[in-house]
């Protein structure tokens, strides 16, 4: 009893405060209060959620001031009335049939009026012949155009050979009333059977979700279709809709691109079977590239979906489109497992309770563009370390000029501007690394490139041949022309010259270079 006492005093308070706009108490004065804070803020948030195409898939979009509009939509009445609310489908089916019935009912009446049927002679020898027997009123009139347009013939109203005009009228409600029908019925069957209502059973994601898969971000939701009967050659579509400047100041408020989807972030065909996740890839050619989580609760933009295929049971092609707004993207996200198997029954389940179930999984809050930049950074850190700390293991023939380490082309697609400090950096420690290996090879005798001071004389002359490395020689000037081969080659490969490392540590290791320039081919 208390319950329903307070309810109803409730209901009274609420009442009075939309009647005076007075609250009766301070709770109630609370109440209100709370209440206009949430139509504020629902309110707001209408304000800030514009969408052109809704959740079900219908658009927002509303054409203003047509020319001829009315005329443009009655000729083409068959779409008009397929597009219009099944109420007035419904009430043009009603009247179309009720006034061809009323309008030949009018021409029967005129028949009979003007040939006398309505006040028959009597009296004279001429027998009296009606155009229509047993029709006397307007209201058998009436009756016998419903039984001429159906072809419904009770047997007892017919016409008669006395009234030509009556029999044309009557071969010309025939037509009509086949042409009303067939037009009926075929506009009903298309509002039954077109495909628009096929898309009811057709499932977008609340959310989209942003994530790492295989180290890149992507962009994922989910689409599922509850039938059986499945979407033959179902593929998928998505476009973002945001605001552009171009170049020449032009402001394009809905620029529409174009995202690439499908399966996996490949193509866009589906084996749609099952609930599929649509992933799109977010490489520099997307245009969520330079988003990152913060920017992603200040952009405004709409990213519409659409699924398309043909109907598997009517052949009819068709279509369902949903959107995702920026506060509708769960960043860090991924969607749980819907398909399992079921040994009981040997049968694959979709468990669509889990449809929209997503749980939050590690992932950078930079954006793509970021992540791919500190990476190539590393990458490039990594390889310059590993390529300047063994620069005497892995000499080629080709002169190796550190004043170019400024900029790097790790492949034909990246090129990374390396920071001066580090350039400087890397240019210092492959110096150390050479003089060390400068030093450690003139220390060992046994080296390719040995230490010469005065060219063939300091050659010992009781030897019939001379060994250098691993090849051996038999006369001293063929030996001593291959050390001098030997030096130049190593000159040019360690890069002593005016613009490679020789010319950065010339004064360092001077005296070394000196003593290699003796030595002449």
């Not at 029954?345 to 793509?368: K, M």
């Amino acid at each position: 009893m208390s319950l329903t006492m307070s309810g109803l005093k409730r209901c009274i308070s609420q009442v009075s405060m939309l009647m005076t706009g007075k609250p009766i108490n301070s709770s109630e004065s609370a109440w209100r209060e709370e209440s206009l804070r949430y139509r504020q803020a629902r309110y707001a948030a209408r304000r800030v959620r514009k969408r052109v195409i809704f959740k079900h898939g219908d658009c927002n979009v509303v054409q203003w001031n047509v020319a001829k509009r009315r005329r443009r939509y009655l000729q083409d009445i068959f779409t008009t009335l397929v597009d219009a609310q099944w109420r007035w489908t419904l009430l043009v089916f009603a009247l179309s049939f009720i006034l061809s019935w009323l309008l030949f009912a009018l021409i029967w009446w005129l028949i009979i009026f003007t040939h006398g049927d309505l006040t028959p002679q009597t009296g004279s020898n001429v027998t009296f012949v009606p155009c229509l027997n047993n029709v006397n009123t307007f209201t058998g009139c009436f009756l016998f155009s419903v039984e001429t347009q159906h072809t419904i013939g009770y047997g007892s109203r017919t016409t008669n050979e006395e009234c030509p005009e009556a029999i044309f009228v009557m071969c010309i409600q025939s037509i009509v009333g086949v042409f009303i029908q067939a037009f009926m019925v075929g506009l009903i069957f298309a509002k039954l059977a077109r495909a628009k209502k096929r898309n009811t059973t057709l499932l977008f994601s609340r959310n989209a979700v942003i994530c790492l898969r295989d180290g890149e971000f992507c962009l994922l939701f989910r689409v599922g279709d509850i039938r059986k009967s499945h979407i033959l050659e179902a593929h998928v579509r998505a476009q973002i809709i945001r605001k552009k400047t171009t170049r020449e100041g032009e402001i394009l408020p809905f620029y529409q691109q174009e995202l690439k989807v499908g399966a996996d972030g490949e193509e866009d065909r589906l084996m749609f079977i099952w609930p599929m996740t649509i992933v799109h890839k977010i490489n520099e050619k997307s245009p969520l590239y330079n988003l990152s989580a913060s920017d992603m609760l200040r952009e405004r933009f709409e990213i519409v979906v659409m699924l398309e295929g043909v109907i598997e049971s009517t052949g009819m092609t068709t279509q369902a489109r949903s959107s995702f707004l920026p506060s509708e993207i769960l960043w860090g996200h991924r969607f749980e497992t819907m398909v399992t198997f079921r040994k009981d029954t040997g049968e694959y389940e979709v468990d669509y309770t889990r449809f929209n179930n997503t749980y939050e999984v590690d992932t950078p809050l930079c954006s793509a563009k970021q992540l791919d930049e500190l990476r190539a950074t590393v990458s490039t850190s990594q390889k310059l370390d590993r390529m300047l700390g063994t620069i005497p293991k892995t000499f080629s023939n080709d002169t190796l000029d550190l004043s170019s380490v400024d900029s790097m082309s790790l492949d034909e697609h990246i090129e990374i501007k390396i920071p001066e400090a580090r350039a400087q950096e890397n240019r210092l420690m492959a110096q150390n690394n050479f003089v060390q290996h400068i030093n450690e090879k003139s220390r060992n005798p046994s080296h390719t490139h040995l230490a010469v001071e005065n060219g063939p004389e300091s050659l010992p002359k009781n030897h019939s041949h001379m060994a250098v490395g691993d090849t051996k020689y038999t006369d001293p000037r063929e030996a001593h022309m291959h050390r001098s081969h030997s030096h130049a080659s190593m000159k040019k490969v360690h890069g002593l010259t005016p613009n490679g490392i020789g010319h950065a540590v010339n004064g360092h290791n001077e005296h070394k270079i000196d003593e290699r320039n003796k030595i002449k081919k």
